[in-house]
């Protein structure tokens, strides 16, 4: 069955009150343009037209997929307007019909609407539900046999019509491309200056073809218009992605404060507390803890790795067996080995670190390259930056650094050398040396006693 996807994304949103284009706005980490497009996705359609208008150049950089084609609607003249002008854009067979501000809408919820219009050999299909708690649908009208007869908008939907007619229009709908020819047919609504393309519906039926409604879940069909639409959209997704992690086998302590993106994976017997934020493209690997208030972002985690509370890892790597926080923070494009230490208040900034390397507390490690084995003492600076260039630090094998270390880069600590306790350290060290840079320590005996009676005689 060829089938072509035309998305509506052209309007303005105004209840949103924002300068972003209203299908721009993320729910769960992702705009909601996204999440309609990976829903037809599966549908492998022939051609994806999005037709955009307030923001369209926003919308095509956003968008940046060679799957989808774009075309502009110049002047916001409704849903029928929108897609009369993507109609020269599809090829023969059927067209379905969506809204961009829909990101709850399935994949398996529009196969099945596209399987009942093959079926049912309807020139027209579209989804229906039920729900007498919102407003804002159009009214399925059906006469007294149950044929649908037509879609009035709700704002001129009359008082009884709303008292009877429950079934409110999804707004997605399945055409074959004989049926857009009836696109010409619609009239201009004189209140609001808009083509309307529910109207076809009553059109078609009206010229005697088949045309059905199908009901579906309310929550796939919901449409965004508000923030407080926006945040109930989320919170659906949210709970879809943690029931579905949990079903793999991921223990969540606390769900309800748990935020995971559609695009993050978990692997197996991994425990999440709660306020853990796990964002974008990240990958959790089997058996690992990520503890209250951590956030991991793009970031790929390995095997039975420890997070601990408060602690940011973003765009980086970390090793099986490893173990960061609390209060740590892993900067971009850092790569940490298998069974590292990486302890309270350390940050590591576009750094390698080596196996069973441990940096247990306090200390800034940027621009560095270290190999395994090597310990950093409590305090330990990389002074990689002179106030307009970036150096690196390199730290071989076995290298113990002594606390509150200035290394001053460039600069090599060599293989299994040691660093004293308070050293700054502006010269390679060979491997196997010891490096010292202190003052020489002076001590007074009796100092406190003598300044004491100095005291006492002023008095």
Not at 46 to 57: C, F
Not at 212 to 225: F, K, R, T
Request: net charge positive; aromatic share 6%.
């Amino acid at each position: 069955m060829n089938i072509s996807v035309v998305i509506l994304a052209a309007g303005r949103g105004k209840r949103m009150k924002s300068g972003m284009p209203k299908v721009l706005h993320e729910a769960l980490g992702m705009p909601m343009l996204q999440y309609v497009i990976d829903a037809v996705r599966p549908l492998k359609p022939s051609r994806t037209v999005v037709v955009i208008g307030n923001g369209a150049d926003e919308v095509k950089r956003r968008m940046d997929d060679d799957s989808l084609s774009f075309v502009l609607q110049k002047e916001l003249l409704g849903t029928g307007n929108a897609l009369s002008i993507a109609k020269k854009e599809l090829k023969k067979g059927a067209v379905l019909v969506l809204n961009g501000d829909c990101p709850l809408i399935t994949a398996r919820t529009l196969k099945n609407l596209l399987a009942k219009h093959r079926r049912n050999k309807n020139l027209v299909s579209f989804l229906s539900f039920i729900d007498d708690s919102v407003t804002g649908y159009g009214r399925v009208l059906r006469d007294g046999s149950g044929k649908v007869t037509g879609i009035v908008e709700d704002k001129h939907a009359t008082s009884g019509e709303k008292r009877r007619c429950k079934e409110l229009n999804g707004g997605v709908y399945v055409m074959e491309t004989a049926a857009l020819d009836y696109l010409r047919r619609i009239k201009k609504n004189l209140s609001s200056g808009e083509y309307y393309l529910t109207d076809i519906v009553g059109i078609v039926s009206g010229a005697g073809k088949r045309i059905e409604a199908y009901n579906c879940p309310p929550e796939e069909i919901s449409g965004v218009n508000t923030r407080a639409h926006l945040y109930q959209v989320t919170e659906i997704l949210k709970k879809r992605v943690i029931t579905k992690w949990m079903d793999k086998g991921v223990t969540f302590i606390g769900p309800d404060t748990s935020v995971v993106h559609t695009s993050v994976s978990i692997g197996r017997d991994t425990v999440v507390y709660p306020n853990t934020y796990l964002e974008g493209k990240t990958s959790i690997g089997k058996h690992c803890v990520i503890y209250p208030g951590a956030r991991i972002r793009d970031s790929i985690i390995g095997d039975g790795v420890t997070v601990k509370d408060s602690t940011l890892i973003e765009e980086s790597r970390v090793g099986r067996g490893t173990s960061v926080g609390p209060f740590a923070h892993v900067r971009p494009l850092s790569v940490i080995g298998c069974n590292v230490k990486i302890g309270n208040f350390v940050e590591i900034k576009k750094s390698r670190l080596g196996d069973s390397t441990k940096a247990s507390h306090l200390s800034y490690i940027g621009d560095a390259h270290i190999g395994s084995n090597v310990n950093i003492g409590a305090g330990t600076i990389t002074c990689n930056y002179d106030g307009k260039n970036k150096f690196e630090t390199r730290i071989e094998t076995g290298v113990f650094i002594g606390s509150d270390s200035q290394l001053i880069a460039p600069v090599t600590i060599g293989k299994d050398a040691y660093v004293a306790a308070g050293a700054t350290i502006t010269k390679n060290v060979p491997s196997g040396a010891l490096a010292i840079s202190r003052a020489k320590q002076k001590t007074f005996e009796n100092w406190t006693k003598k300044r004491q009676r100095k005291v006492n005689k002023r008095k």
